[in-house]
C-alpha cells in the first residue's frame, strides 16, 4: 500500500513538473536615438490619440548579450496605430495595433509589436515609455520625448526617441519539462529498489 501511494506521489509530482513552464531572459540590446524617421502623436484631448512612425525609424543597437551580441541597427516601421485612454489613468493609452520590430535589417531578429502601451511617467509628464510584447516572446520598450504631454495634447506633437531596450525571452517547450519529469520518476524507481532491498 505504501510503496502504491509513493508512486503515485512521484507520477503526480513528475505530471505537475512537466506542464511547467520556465522563462529567462537571454538575450538584450540597448536601443539609442533614431539615425531616420520619425514618430508624430495627434490628438484631441477626448481620449483618443494616433501614433504615426514615418520614415521607418532606423537607429543603433549597442550592447547586445546573448543572441542579440552582433547588433549594430534596429528598425520600427508600421501604420499609423490608434490608442484609447487607459481608464483612471489620464496619460497612459493603450492599442491593440502592431509596429514591425527587425535588428541588423531582420538578419538578427524579426517580430511584431503587439500589446503596445503608451505610458507617461507621473513625476516627468514629457516622458512617455511605449513599450510592447514581441512575437516568439520578448519585450521591447522605448523611452520617447515629447513638448506636450499626450493627456492634454491637442493637435499633433513630434516624439523623439531617446534610448531603449529589446529582450527576447527563451521558454523551453512542455516536452523539456516532461523529461526531466521522467528523470523523477527514475530516480524514484531506483529509491524504491533500494528501500526493498534492504
Known sequence: MRKAIFLSAVITLAITLSAMTVSA???GVTLSAPTTGTITFSGDCAGSLTMTVAGPLNGVALSGTGAFAGAT???VSGSPLAFTRVSGSPGDFTSSGTLSFMLNGGTLLTGTLSNITLTTLSHEPNMVILSGSLSGGGQVTLIVDV???LSGLMGSELGRLSSGEAFDTVTPEPGTML????GLLLVAGVLRRKLTAA
Not at 179 to 182: I, K, P, R, T, V
Open 25 to 27: 531572459s537571454d538575450s
Open 179 to 182: 523529461l526531466f519529469g521522467s
Open 147 to 149: 513638448d506636450t504631454p
Open 73 to 75: 541597427s534596429f528598425t
